[in-house]
């Protein structure tokens, strides 16, 4: 059997302005009758409520609603992306108390993908935005049929993201209060720390005398701390080491004049070592232990400097 017949054909891919001559008149209008196309590609529900919905003096292009009822704004956008298409994408989104968007274009920008991932990182775990890429195809002399690609869209594992990035964000922002408040408290007591501002970080130090050597104050979500940190020898760690067992042999009159048992923390496997005071009455996580916390850190560090810093200038190493 000699049969040449194609059964194969090969898709073209072309401009979206040759199916579509017009954005309003003819790609919106279609959509509008064909939402199901678009839907089926988002895993979404959608059913059209109402084309060139007015939004103040502006018109978003379909105006849906999902499977639960909830607004579902759509903005076409037959060009490359603009700053112009962004904003009216976030205007309708607000003003139509919307918690999904669509922006459709022909050319996206990069920078303009970036703001929408952002956008599902950041907002609240119902809040969904969608980017996609539409396209033209046709095989051979067929009509043409619209072909969309999701670029950005909104994933479980995207949100708990921006969930942790928050949450680190308002750790920082409340150990920077945390720090504020126990250094306005120390200059009333002391000179230490002085000229330590405050930090994002989980601990602030001021020196002891000996390079490497550092007071520390620690802050952790449920527990914090006061401490000599010894990284004195950033080589071999063995002159850490020896500055800790220095200070080892004088254990029982430092714990005397500080008043408290410490912590000491060799800590054989690690370069550095440590002597810690730890406070377990409160933590970053609790604000209304924060000011009698910030309280007993402070009197605990003056000890400390007093007990340590005559003891670890006498050490010649």
Known sequence: MNDKREIVSRLEIESIRKAFQKEDRHFTTWLEEHIEALAERLGLQLTVDQREKEVGDFNVDLLCEDADGRPVIIENQLERTDHDHLGK???????????????????????????????????????????????????????????????????????????????WADRHFNREEFWKGLLEKSKEKTKLFSNISPSRYHWIGTGSGKSGATFNYVILMDWASVEL?????????????????????????????????????????????RIRKRFENGGLASPDSWS?????????????????????????I
């Open 89 to 167: 994408v976030l205007t309708y989104l607000v003003n139509l108390d919307a918690s999904t968007a669509i922006w459709l274009t022909t050319e996206p920008r990069t920078e303009h993908q970036k703001v929408i991932d952002w956008l599902n990182e950041s907002t609240a775990a119902d809040m969904k935005f969608y980017l996609v890429k539409v396209e033209a195809t046709r095989i051979g002399d067929s009509p043409y049929a619209p072909l969309f690609t999701v670029l950005s869209r909104p994933d479980k594992q995207t949100k708990e993201v921006g969930e942790k990035k928050k949450e």
């Open 229 to 273: 940190y010894i990284d004195h020898d950033r080589d071999t760690g063995k002159k850490n080491k020896m500055i800790f067992d220095a200070l080892h042999t004088q254990k029982e009159a430092i714990e005397k004049e500080i008043g408290s048992s410490l912590e000491w923390e060799r800590l054989d496997d690690k370069r550095a070592s």
């Open 292 to 316: 009698a916390l910030q309280d007993a850190m402070i009197d605990a560090m003056i000890r400390f400097d007093k007990a340590l810093r005559p003891r670890i200038a006498k050490i010649d």
